[in-house]
Structures are given as structure tokens and as C-alpha cells.
């Protein structure tokens, strides 16, 4: 019996040893050299071993709450963990939407860019393009007039004078030169005795009081009255040069007529 005590004890001491501070300060400390005092008392050896497998059933049991802490606390691990992966994985869906929404909005912003831009440039050019073709067509415009105008003066090719105003009158309705067109037209009726058609454009000519042809318009009405023997007629247009142009050449070679 003394043999087996003295295995349990060495097997306690060695548990003993090997627990935590926690928990052996719960286990009694005995006293080694005293123990013969027990050798003969067989009562007191088997409390000793009763109290001994109570103070191994604690330990046992407080390791097992120990163990089923550990196991709760590694299941709480596993959780948290697991919500940290997904919301690792939730911030990575975010980020990769938002860099695709960056990648959108750079497109964006390059294409309107590039919008605006060849905007700009189709303004330019047909800024440029208006520009160039308003001077091709005033430089085609005085071209065509001059043309005209050279059939008179130089050629005195009357008839084709005529055509070359009234194609100018078509080709160009919007040209500031059409007053003068009328005011050469007139002359040239007014040459071939044609006085209908001369007095219907110098009539045209008159109504633009800042054209400077306004003046000898005026004469030529009054020439066109008075070879027709409408004398007052013809007085009335001279005296309206006077008054209103007295110092023009207009006025100075009707002084004869008013006389």
C-alpha cells in the first residue's frame, strides 16, 4: 500500500509541477516529511487519496470550462474572421466599382473634350470657309459688275450691257451695287430713247437717298420729262437737285434748264 501512495504521490508531484500558478495554489501542500506520521494510519491515507482525486476531478473540470472557453473563444475567431473576409470582400467590390465608375467618367470627360473640340474646330473652319467664300464671292461680284460696266464704257456694246445687268441682278440679289446696276440700266434706256424702262430704274435709284447716283438720277428723270415737252415736270426734278444737292456737279449743269 505504502508503494502505491508513494506512485500517486509522485504522479501528483509531477501534475503539481506542471499546472498553472491559478491553479496550484488550490492544491494543499503536504508535507513529505511527516508523511510516516500517515504510514500507520490507514484512514488518514485514504482521505489523502480521496483528497487527491477531488483535487484532480477540479482540475479536470476546470479544464474542461477552460477548453470549452477556448472553444467559444475560437468559434467567436472563426466568426469574426469570416465577417472580416466579407467585408474585406464588400470593400473590394467598392473599389473595383468605383475605379470602373473613374474609368467611365475619364471616357466621359475625354469624349466631351473631344467634342468641344471638334466643335471648335468645325466653327473655325466654318468660320473660315464663310470668310473665304463671302471674299470669293465680293471679289466675283465686282468682277461681274465691272464686266458690265466695261460693255458700256469701253465697247459701248449696249445690248449686251443690258444682258450682263440683269444676269448680275440674279446671280447677285443681295449686292450692294444693285443701285448702281439700275442707275447704268437707266442710262443705257435713256441712250436707246427707251424712257419707260429709263424712268422705272432711275426711279429705283432716287428712293435710296444715300446713293451718290441719286443726284444725276434726279436729272435724268428731268431730262426724260422735258424731252417728252413735260416741262414743269422736268422743272420739278431740277429744282429738287438744287435744293437738295446745291453744291454737286448735278445742280451746276441744270442752271441752264431752270433759266
Known amino acids: ?12 508531484v509531477l501534475l503539481f509541477c506542471t499546472m ?3 491553479f496550484s495554489e488550490q492544491i494543499p501542500v503536504l508535507d513529505l516529511n511527516n508523511y510516516h506520521s500517515y504510514s500507520d494510519n490507514d484512514s488518514s491515507v485514504e482521505y489523502k487519496i480521496q483528497h487527491l482525486e477531488k483535487i484532480f476531478s477540479n482540475r479536470h ?8 472557453k477556448i472553444n467559444s473563444m475560437s468559434l ?13 470582400y464588400e470593400i473590394n467590390k467598392i473599389l473595383e466599382r468605383n475605379k470602373d465608375l473613374f474609368i467611365y467618367l475619364s471616357e466621359i470627360h475625354t469624349k466631351v ?3 468641344e473640340e471638334d466643335i471648335k ?3 473655325n473652319i466654318s468660320s473660315s470657309f464663310d470668310r473665304y467664300s463671302s471674299s470669293i464671292y465680293e471679289k466675283q461680284e465686282k468682277i461681274d459688275y465691272q464686266y458690265a460696266l466695261d460693255l458700256i464704257l469701253k465697247r459701248k456694246n449696249y445690248s449686251a450691257a443690258i444682258a450682263a445687268f440683269e444676269q448680275f441682278q440674279k446671280k447677285h440679289p443681295d449686292s450692294g451695287l444693285l443701285v448702281n446696276v439700275h442707275y447704268w440700266l437707266g442710262q443705257i434706256y435713256f441712250a436707246m430713247r427707251e424712257d419707260e424702262k429709263a424712268i422705272e430704274n432711275f426711279s429705283i435709284v432716287i428712293e435710296h437717298k444715300d446713293s451718290h447716283k441719286r443726284a444725276d438720277a434726279l436729272v435724268k428723270l428731268g431730262d426724260i420729262s422735258k424731252r417728252n415737252n413735260q416741262i414743269a415736270i422736268a422743272k420739278n426734278y431740277y429744282y429738287q437737285v438744287q435744293n437738295e444737292y446745291p453744291d454737286s456737279s448735278s445742280a451746276y449743269l441744270i442752271k441752264k434748264n431752270i433759266e
Open 1 to 12: 500500500m505504502f508503494s502505491t501512495l508513494k506512485s500517486l504521490l509522485i504522479v501528483f
Open 20 to 22: 498553472p500558478l491559478s
Open 61 to 68: 473540470k476546470m479544464h474542461l470550462k477552460m477548453q470549452q
Open 76 to 88: 467567436e475567431i472563426s466568426e469574426l474572421r469570416g465577417q472580416l473576409e466579407k467585408n474585406n
Open 113 to 115: 473634350k473631344k467634342t
Open 121 to 123: 474646330f468645325k466653327n
